[in-house]
């Protein structure tokens, strides 16, 4: 941070700043995390829902398929100005409008009679929850520099395989609690039920959160002058990344980057839309007893995602974690549909979870990968186009394998062709990401105790 020629030039160590960010770490994460948990409940609990409202309404699996995509198209469409908004008005008021808006849209799904009405609230959906996750991630990187970021970035990141080994178990404790009560249904319930903390929760957002360490007042000016010292420094060594949206727009990376989210997404769609009909395909009923199987499940999920960015960090890089683990997400889904054509059930339970450990290990990786190559205003938008066209694999992915399971009656065949969109990640990753050049603080690296002006 600039000084006054007057003023004295603070100093710190590497031990000082490391208290401050993880002082940081423990105030901002938490209530990250939450967000995140609740959006993912609200997202993905159409998965569960889906075992009784089919049948109740009437609806096949092509039904399901769409209407549980097309949620990608609002996320879509609105990604970017979110993400620009969040910039101009910080991520307090950005948060409180996302979380209340899809809130409210997830307590109207209990509504839905028709398909339309169905396509139309889950869309509004994705519409709402869009920025969520590039606007956390731009968030945390108005905090800690890139040598700090991955670890963080698996921390926030892991609310999604926590809310699905959550999900499960609480959704099918809520179906079979509450089927009938007041005339309405047992997957009426989940989504009012569920949908209700997120409002609660937007509320709580502009008390809660705090925009930039600028206007932390539960920081000290020396703790403040830390974090400035990090991202200063890490700014200047990074001197040639794309500032403007338009230059990064004309970026090769960006695009094989958007590309590669795309691939890994895939796979992850699969996972979090049809992994309670993969496992009821392989002969398991009890609502409860699939809500703990995918529990269990989405438990290698989060491993994955803590230990590969905790790897990720330690070894200073990112390019072979990611690739790596997008491999052997792609390679659980291949054992998947190998199971199911065995008949085994024992095996698709223990191919997933490999498949959860590899492709959702892999994710709070690769978003450690943008930032090398854009800043500011570039970063901010640049982070949710990649998100928000990566994600479109979330309206294709689920179609397709309900259109596959429609017209051959077996999810194998979808699985097969999934699992090779997912390796094309791994070989986009290898042929077109550069290494890592950037260096981290000398200090941070040789881990000494000099004292650097802060």
């Known amino acids: ?74 996320y879509f469409l609105f990604e970017v100005p979110s993400n620009l908004l969040l910039q101009k008005i910080g991520a307090p008021k950005t948060i409180m409008r996302i979380a209340i808006g899809w809130g409210v849209v997830s307590v109207l799904m209990a509504f839905c009679t028709e398909p339309w009405h169905f396509y139309v609230l889950r869309f509004l959906q994705g519409a709402f929850e869009a920025g969520l996750h590039p606007g956390l991630i731009l968030f945390l990187t108005f905090w800690l ?127 979090s839309f049809y992994g309670p009909s993969l496992m009821s395909a392989a002969g398991f009923t009890d609502l409860t007893t699939i809500g703990w199987i995918m529990s269990g499940i989405f438990v290698f999920g989060w491993g994955g995602m803590i230990l590969n960015g905790w790897l990720s960090d330690r070894r200073r890089e990112a390019r072979w974690h990611a690739a790596i683990a997008a491999g052997v997400g792609a390679l659980g889904l291949v054992l998947a549909a190998v199971a199911q054509d065995a008949g085994s059930a024992i095996g698709v339970i223990l191919a997933l979870a490999l498949s959860a450990a590899g492709t959702m290990g892999s994710i709070p990786v690769f978003w450690s990968l943008p930032p090398r190559f854009m800043s500011g205003t570039a970063l901010a938008a640049g982070l949710a186009l990649i998100n928000s066209i990566a994600n479109l694999a979330g309206y294709f992915a689920p179609q397709f394998l309900g259109a596959i399971k429609t017209g051959t009656g077996s999810y194998s065949s ?41």
């Not at 699992?419 to 941070?444: Q, S, Y």
Request: hydrophobic share 50%; charged share 20%; aromatic share 10%.
């Open 145 to 271: 520099p890139a040598h700090r970021r991955a670890r963080s970035i698996a921390i926030f990141m892991s609310a999604s395989p926590i809310a699905l080994l959550m999900g499960s178990p609480l959704a099918a404790l809520i179906m079979t609690r509450t089927d009938g009560a007041m005339g309405m249904a047992d997957w009426q319930w989940l989504f009012i039920i569920e949908g209700f903390p997120s409002i609660v929760l937007g509320i709580l957002a502009v008390f809660v959160m705090t925009d930039k360490p600028a206007n932390a007042k539960w920081l000290s000016a020396k703790e403040r002058e830390h974090v400035s010292y990090e991202l200063d420094l890490e700014s200047a060594a990074e001197s040639g990344r794309e500032h403007k949206f338009s230059a990064a727009l004309r970026t090769r990376t960006v695009w094989v980057l958007i590309l590669t989210l795309f691939c890994i997404i895939c796979g992850n769609a699969t996972l």
């Open 1 to 74: 941070m600039p000084q006054a020629d007057s003023a004295p030039i603070p100093e710190s160590t590497l031990e000082e700043r490391n208290r401050t960010f993880r002082r940081i770490v423990f105030r901002i994460l938490p209530f990250a995390t939450i967000v995140y948990i609740l959006a993912w409940l609200d997202r993905v609990n159409v998965g569960f829902a889906k075992l009784t409202m089919l049948d109740d309404l009437g609806w096949s699996d092509a039904i399901y398929g769409a209407g549980a995509g097309i949620f990608f198209l609002g």
């Open 414 to 454: 979808g699985l097969f062709i999934i699992a090779a969109v997912e390796f094309v990640a791994v070989a986009l990753i290898l042929a077109f990401i550069r290494k890592d050049t950037t260096a981290a603080p000398a200090e941070v690296e040789s881990g000494t105790e000099s004292r650097v002006p802060s």
